[in-house]
Structures are given as structure tokens and as C-alpha cells.
């Protein structure tokens, strides 16, 4: 007697085509999410190993997604996703901590732009310059991105230090509006330009690079998968570095750092999905996906946070602090300029990225050593 054609079927066409580990890893790290914050060493070694694997399953998802959309996407559905639940956690902190959390959000965002633009981007540029020597992308779009992102940076994190109707590093209501409707329409411009408007400027093909052309198509059911499970493992992502935080916080205390270096790390642990794309691409000679996932992620950082925790901030009558101190500030600036003066030439090597490692190298160290 044949066999039903479920038990000869290979096992991943019952996953739609994805991967079972793919499918497996993230229900299992979003289970491990219900057990709430580990208790002891050997936990939450064993729910760190986890959140690894959850990282890894939200990057294959994203490569397939990307296949399906194509870019620049495939991109923009990772940052977005990355952020709207980065941003969901960050207000469903401020709902819980209230006061104590006014200025969770500015060290979150301070900690991103370092991360995507001088960590990824570091990373990337030294990867893919040390494989490919040069890397070409396309400037308009990476220029345009920059000029957002230094436009947001500029009147959300620094702008508060300097005026007058609220004392301190504070915006008064009016304010706070005004620049959550400006970060939202910047942001909007940007995805706007990134997808219709000048969707060129955001691609730069290169005939002999490792990309997808000659993979089979995605059907779009396995692509609808994908993206379901990708949303779960980024969920997961979040959620179980959150329940480390206790752990990490022990971890920065026993080295005697501030703990300023708790939200570094897991805004690193958040973002760490978009850094291994980001990667993978750099290496396969694909660097305009690996710039625009940085500064796309950088600016829906700020696009969809701000406003997300402003309307909290307004509706519960919370202080939210967003001005910078000036070390920060300091740093800040000197990303943004020498990110206009590295990212100019439409070409990259391993000398921008030394540069921008050495700068995310410096903020780290003057997080710890203030």
C-alpha cells in the first residue's frame, strides 16, 4: 500500500518551504518569553542561546522576504518590523515604570544611531572592503538618508537642550507635538522616496555580485510564512532581552560600568537582526542593502519612536527627557559629519569602516569609562 503523501513529503513543504529549525526556533524562544525573567546562571545561559537562535531565524525569514519583495523592500520590512516592536517595547516600559523611564527613550535612540550607523555600518563596510576591496553603491539615496537622519537627530536629541519654555533637556507640550509630527513626516518622506518616488536611488546592481538571481522564486505562500514567523522571532528577540536585562544589569554592575551600558546592549541584542543582514549582504558584494538597512533602521528609530512615546507622554502627563548630555552630544555630531564625509564618493573600503568602528569603539568607551 502507498504511503499518504504527508509521511513521504519532505519535511519542510509541511512549513510552506521554510526550514523547520526556522519555524521551531522562534515558538521555542517565544515560549521561553512566557517563563518571565530567568532565575540563576544556567538559565539564562540557556535563554541567551535561545535569543541567538531567534536572531538567526529572523534573518533567514528576512532574506526570504527580501527575494520575494526585492529591494529595497525586502529592507524596509525588516526595519520596520525591527522598530515598531522595539518601539512597543519601549512604551509598554514607560507604561509600567512611568517617571522612572523619562529618559528611556533618548538613550534607546542615542544607542541605535550609534549602533546602525557606526557599529553596522563599521562592520560592514571593513567585511565587505576586506572580501571586495571596493564596494560601489548609490550615492543620492545614502546621501538623502543621511540628511533625514541628521535633520531628526539634531531637533529630537539635541534641539531640547537649548530652548527656553521648558527648563532642562525637556520639550513643553507644544513642542513635543510639533517634532513627533515632523519625525513622522520625515520618516514618511523617506519611505515614500525609498519605494516610489526614487526607488532607483536606493538600488545599485552589480552584474557579478552574489545575489538572488539565480535562486528560484519565493511563492508567495512560503513568503507570507516567512514573514508571520520572521514577526515571532523578532517578537522573541525583543521580549527575551528584556527578561535578561536583570541578568546583563548584574553583569554591567559587577565590572563597576554605569548603567547606561544595560540599554547599549540591549538595543545591540534588538538591532542584532538587521546587523547579521546587514552582513550577509556586505559580504555578498550587496553594500547599498547593507547602507540602506543602517540608515533605514537609524531613521525609523527616531520616526516611529518619537512620535509612539510622545503621545505617551502627553496622554499620561509624563516628563519625557530627550536632550543629550554634552559628551553625547559630542559624539553624535561627529558620526553625522563624518558620515556625510565617508559615505560621499559612491565607493567604500575598509578605511571608512576602520573609521566608523573607531568612533562606536570611542562611544562605548565613554559610556563605561565616563
Known amino acids: 500500500m502507498t504511503a499518504p503523501a504527508a509521511q513521504t513529503a519532505p519535511l519542510s513543504s509541511r512549513f510552506f518551504g521554510l526550514s523547520p529549525w526556522s519555524v521551531f526556533?522562534?515558538?521555542?524562544?517565544?515560549?521561553?518569553?512566557?517563563?518571565?525573567?530567568?532565575?540563576?546562571?544556567?538559565?539564562?545561559?540557556?535563554?541567551?542561546?535561545?535569543?541567538?537562535?531567534?536572531?538567526l531565524a529572523a534573518v533567514y525569514h528576512a532574506e526570504i522576504l527580501a527575494h520575494y519583495l526585492g529591494e529595497p523592500f525586502g529592507t524596509l520590512v525588516l526595519a520596520l518590523a525591527v522598530t515598531i516592536i522595539e518601539s512597543s517595547l519601549i512604551v509598554s516600559i514607560m507604561l509600567s515604570e512611568g517617571a522612572q523611564a523619562q529618559a528611556l527613550a533618548r538613550d534607546t535612540l542615542m544607542a541605535a544611531i550609534m549602533i546602525t550607523i557606526n557599529g553596522i555600518i563599521g562592520i560592514c563596510l571593513l567585511?565587505?572592503?576586506?572580501?571586495?576591496?571596493?564596494?560601489?553603491?548609490?550615492?543620492?539615496?545614502?546621501?538623502?538618508?543621511?540628511?533625514?537622519?541628521?535633520?531628526?537627530?539634531?531637533?529630537?536629541?539635541?534641539?531640547?537642550?537649548?530652548?527656553?519654555?521648558?527648563?532642562?533637556?525637556?520639550?513643553?507640550?507644544?513642542?513635543?507635538?510639533?517634532?513627533?509630527?515632523?519625525?513622522?513626516?520625515?520618516?514618511?518622506?523617506?519611505v515614500v522616496a525609498q519605494t516610489i518616488r526614487h526607488r532607483d536611488h536606493f538600488l545599485h546592481h552589480i552584474p557579478d555580485a552574489d545575489d538572488y538571481a539565480h535562486e528560484a522564486p519565493v511563492p508567495r505562500p512560503k513568503?507570507?510564512?516567512?514573514?508571520?514567523?520572521?514577526?515571532?522571532?523578532?517578537?522573541?528577540?525583543?521580549?527575551?532581552?528584556?527578561?535578561?536585562?536583570?541578568?546583563?544589569?548584574?553583569g554591567v554592575a559587577a565590572i563597576g560600568a554605569p548603567r547606561a551600558l544595560v540599554g547599549i546592549i540591549i538595543a545591540a541584542?534588538?538591532?542584532?537582526?538587521?546587523?547579521?543582514?546587514?552582513?550577509?549582504?556586505?559580504?555578498?558584494?550587496?553594500?547599498?542593502?547593507?547602507?540602506?538597512?543602517?540608515?533605514?533602521?537609524?531613521?525609523?528609530?527616531?520616526?516611529?519612536?518619537?512620535?509612539?512615546?510622545?503621545?505617551?507622554?502627553?496622554?499620561?502627563g509624563l516628563d519625557l527627557e530627550l536632550g543629550l548630555s554634552m559628551p553625547s552630544i559630542v559624539i553624535l555630531a561627529l558620526?553625522?559629519?563624518?558620515?556625510?564625509?565617508?559615505?560621499?564618493?559612491?565607493?567604500?573600503?575598509?578605511?571608512?569602516?576602520?573609521i566608523h568602528l573607531t568612533i562606536f569603539a570611542t562611544f562605548l568607551f565613554i559610556t563605561i569609562v565616563p
Open 335 to 354: 558620526t553625522l559629519l563624518v558620515a556625510t564625509m565617508t559615505l560621499n564618493r559612491g565607493r567604500t573600503t575598509v578605511v571608512q569602516g576602520v
Open 25 to 55: 526556533a522562534p515558538l521555542v524562544a517565544f515560549a521561553a518569553v512566557l517563563l518571565g525573567k530567568p532565575e540563576g546562571l544556567g538559565i539564562a545561559v540557556v535563554v541567551g542561546m535561545l535569543l541567538c537562535a531567534a536572531i
Open 223 to 250: 513568503a507570507i510564512a516567512a514573514g508571520v514567523v520572521m514577526l515571532v522571532a523578532l517578537g522573541a528577540v525583543v521580549l527575551l532581552a528584556k527578561n535578561l536585562s536583570p541578568v546583563i544589569e548584574v
Open 127 to 190: 567585511a565587505g572592503g576586506r572580501r571586495h576591496h571596493e564596494q560601489r553603491y548609490t550615492q543620492s539615496g545614502v546621501s538623502a538618508g543621511l540628511a533625514m537622519l541628521a535633520t531628526l537627530s539634531v531637533l529630537t536629541l539635541i534641539l531640547p537642550n537649548y530652548t527656553i519654555s521648558a527648563s532642562g533637556a525637556f520639550y513643553n507640550s507644544q513642542q513635543l507635538v510639533f517634532v513627533a509630527i515632523i519625525s513622522l513626516l520625515i520618516y514618511a518622506t523617506f
Open 269 to 316: 541584542l534588538v538591532l542584532a537582526p538587521e546587523g547579521f543582514a546587514a552582513l550577509r549582504a556586505a559580504r555578498a558584494n550587496r553594500v547599498q542593502t547593507s547602507l540602506n538597512l543602517a540608515i533605514g533602521s537609524a531613521l525609523a528609530s527616531i520616526g516611529l519612536t518619537i512620535p509612539a512615546v510622545a503621545t505617551v507622554a502627553l496622554v499620561l
